[in-house]
């Protein structure tokens, strides 16, 4: 374990629903992470917090809403999801300094 | 910019066997580079990575890694494979000139270690 939670496991969720993802950490880090990893491509970084701030987003669609109430939590709210956004999504994060990145084990979302 | 390539999707191996899993990269300034591997219905595990000084990483598990700067490369060694290195391994990159702590993975490779 790499004491990065995430919840829920598993969500199926249709595309008019409105659901949220829950990533937790009380490792000390200041900056969390939303990837996707879909089949057969490559991990993608969807958003990056620094101490709460928003520093980055990877032209991510607004139907994905990131939140980051303090540095050890983070979400992702979701509304109006497309099938194709199907996929596992990791929450990471790291330390003042560090360069490694700690995964929790992911989100595996279905939208039906 | 920074970019990753794993030129194998996947790699075959009999358990035993020295297994290498190949990386390649791309950066403007030095890179960071780092070696994460995933278990099916798991995140992603760090394994090792390398900032600078010497160019043969150790890290968990058994595996190492040789940062090549002539050619951009780190790939990923272990001596003696076993049925269960079986997994998903990342290469990922990051530019110490670049802002923030991006890390760019490469598309991943599959390694199958055969009994």
């Known amino acids: 374990e790499t004491g990065v939670t995430q919840t829920p496991r598993h969500l199926v969720m249709g595309m008019t629903n409105k659901k949220s993802l829950k990533c937790e950490q009380h490792?000390?880090?200041?900056?969390m992470y939303w990837y996707k990893q879909s089949a057969k491509k490559p991990l993608e970084l969807m958003f990056v917090?620094?101490?709460?701030?928003?520093?980055e987003n990877n032209s991510v669609p607004s139907r994905f809403s990131p939140e980051c109430p303090n540095s050890s939590h983070l979400f992702l709210h979701l509304h109006t999801l497309q099938p194709e956004d199907s996929a596992l999504y990791l929450c990471?994060?790291?330390?003042?300094?560090?360069?490694?990145?700690?995964f929790g084990p992911g989100t595996r979302l279905t939208v039906t | 910019a920074q970019s990753v390539a794993q030129p194998e999707d996947q790699v075959n191996v009999a358990e035993g066997n020295p297994l290498t899993v190949k990386c390649t990269y791309s950066?403007?300034?030095?890179?960071?580079l780092f070696w994460y591997v995933q278990y099916p219905n798991r995140g992603l595990q760090f394994l090792l990575k390398?900032?600078?000084?010497?160019?043969l990483v150790k890290g968990s598990y058994g595996f190492e890694a040789e940062f090549n700067k002539s050619q951009t490369s780190f790939h990923l060694k272990k001596p003696s494979a076993l049925v269960s290195d079986s997994a998903l391994y990342f290469c990922?990159?990051?530019?110490?000139?670049?802002?923030?702590?991006?890390?760019?993975f490469g598309g991943g490779t599959r390694v199958l270690v055969k009994p």
């Open positions: 490792l000390g880090h200041n900056a």
């Open positions: 950066v403007s300034g030095n890179p960071y």
């Open positions: 990471a994060s790291s330390p003042p300094g560090g360069n490694e990145q700690y």
């Open positions: 917090y620094n101490f709460k701030e928003q520093t």
């Open positions: 990922a990159v990051r530019d110490i000139k670049a802002a923030g702590n991006k890390l760019t």
């Open positions: 390398y900032i600078t000084g010497d160019n």
